[in-house]
């Protein structure tokens, strides 16, 4: 079965680091028909309008979607593109690698977060001169939703269970609602579950990750927590994230478009490749996915590097080795 | 001139670290007079009410409060006590101390914490079954008091600037009108401003965190922030933070009141001890609380530890040669 893959590389260095990664599932042979599209701050310069039409609707009717990176315009970009593909949950793993500097070199952290609502649908007004107002939503059947795919993750992958992590003494009837139902679809599925506050939980990562696996938040708290995991890794560079939605997905690096290094070929292309090893696995291609993951933790280990990393090589160079070693 | 200072141990700790921090400015012989009030589990136990209308109406009235920490109860505490005292901004310095184990020694920040609004104004719905909203406030002018309180407090204390960290590329016109009245009121009174997304903040100050040094920020950004430095410093126990309203204040440590080690009398009393130098500053008694500030950093550096810090004193012996220190 053929599988159509949207490739949008964006901006700065996801014109560098997503042709990488379509190069090392073009190396796999398998029966993929890459559709390259368009968005971005450069698009917006021409056109006025960072995301293309055409390119909302290629990644709404594939099967999959790559994504780069976009300077300016990103939140223009991602999050309808999130939508193009009704992705329901944001899963960022945090996993610090061998041969790559940490702060907190144990961390080995997977963030399932919710991807639709929160502060994220964005209903805002101007009341006055002096007062604005952001409606924030949560609803019961988003956190069911995630937290049905969050028990089958803990399933599928040998965890003990997963934590919630929200500000119920704040925001106590939304993220109360959120954090009961998920904590009673966890029950319902015999899957163990623990809480702790978004506050605490950032003191505690950092004093010990190893406290925790598996986290499950609000939108907010999952964007800025798991960011704040990829600190203790040693920075975005190496953190891959998928967007999956019921039928459709989107795999993009956590990192930006770096314009300071854009254009001279040494982005480093492991968090892209990873994120293409997470759609592999998407797909159903298990054992492939194994082999490309495989084969960058292979090559973080033992080089080559990219200036990022301390090394002299090029995105090329990494990409060629990582091909190799597939 | 007297001044009234309310005293609020709270639960757990609390009552052990506030009279520590209450002997210590005992030792400085000012004209303090000392009304304890109550709050906390232990009074909604037996009352129902975790704050008594008689403690709200002493911290509303006295020149400044000391609190110590409560335990379950402390939204239903602290929210409102901080509004008793009208305050517009929270100080939550984070700094590392030559002695103490920190994940990054080199940091040393303040944040100065909007403390009205956000989405801590409250105001929440259960639509229906499935929908719940909460409406987060921004407005002109707490925005405006904040940035004008930071303008002061960067020029008194020699700092570069400060740093607004937000999330306006989502909540575009609530955080748009923070970071826009912030920078507009900086500009004004001459202060440099650079600003950042909360999220690569989380991650920027674990990479680096003497890139940053005030830190002006919406509330929750602000409460998430700041427990995030304090995982950097080595936990909460050394965190003061004062609330302060145009004419009141009150005082208190981060950490909360530690039911595990509570009623041992280990308890480490620094962060209160600091929290009440805050307070001395406040009043005006700047060199008492140079003194306070330096007995405490002294002990922190040569001993006697409480056991959080690898030591075996008490929280008594610490609190007396902080005193024998001043
Ligand atoms: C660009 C921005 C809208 C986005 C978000 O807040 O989700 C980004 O920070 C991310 O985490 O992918
Ligand atoms: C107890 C809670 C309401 C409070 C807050 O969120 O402000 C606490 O986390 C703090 O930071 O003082």
């Known amino acids: 079965m053929t599988h159509e893959i949207v490739v949008i590389p964006g901006d700065g260095i996801g014109q560098e680091v997503t042709p990488a990664a379509v190069d090392v599932l073009e190396a796999l042979d398998l029966e993929f028909e890459f559709v390259e599209a368009d968005a ?17 609707d290629l ?28 992705s329901f949950v944001n899963i960022r793993p945090a996993k610090a690698y061998p041969g790559v500097d940490a702060l ?9 977060r919710e991807n639709t609502e929160g502060v994220y ?8 001169q002096d007062v604005s107002t952001l409606t924030r939503v949560v609803t019961e059947s988003a956190s069911r ?30 993220d109360g609602l959120f954090r009961d139902t998920v904590a009673e679809v966890a029950e319902e599925n015999g899957v163990e579950t623990d809480e702790v506050l978004m506050d605490a939980f950032a003191t505690h990562v950092c004093l010990d990750p190893t406290q925790f696996d598996v986290v499950v938040c609000p939108n907010l708290a999952g964007d800025v927590l798991s960011d704040l995991a990829a600190g203790l890794v040693g920075g975005l560079g190496l953190l891959p994230s998928a967007n999956v939605g019921p039928e459709r997905a989107l795999f993009e690096p956590v990192h930006g478009s770096a314009p300071d290094i854009a254009g001279e070929g040494v982005a480093n292309p492991a968090a892209t490749i990873i994120s293409a090893a997470m759609m592999l696995e998407h797909l159903g291609y298990d054992d492939e996915a194994d082999a490309v993951h495989e084969a960058v933790e292979t090559t973080l280990e033992e080089g080559p590097h990219t200036p990022d990393l301390g090394g ?9 080795v990582v091909i190799d070693r597939l």
């Open 121 to 128: 649908s964005g209903h805002e007004d101007r009341l006055s």
């Open 59 to 86: 990644a709404a009717g594939a099967d999959a979607t790559l994504f780069g990176a976009v300077g300016e315009t990103a939140a223009d970009v991602i999050l309808p593109l999130r939508e193009a593909v009704e």
């Open 312 to 320: 002299d090589a090029s995105t090329a160079d990494v990409t060629e």
């Open 104 to 112: 907190r070199p144990e961390t080995d952290l997977v963030f399932l």
């Open 145 to 174: 939703d995630l937290a049905e795919f969050a028990c089958d993750y803990v399933a599928g992958d040998g965890h003990d269970g997963f934590t919630i992590a929200h500000k119920a003494n704040v925001m106590r009837e939304t």
């Open 40 to 56: 971005g701050d450069a698009v917006a310069e021409e056109t006025g309008e960072p995301l293309p039409q055409e390119t909302y």
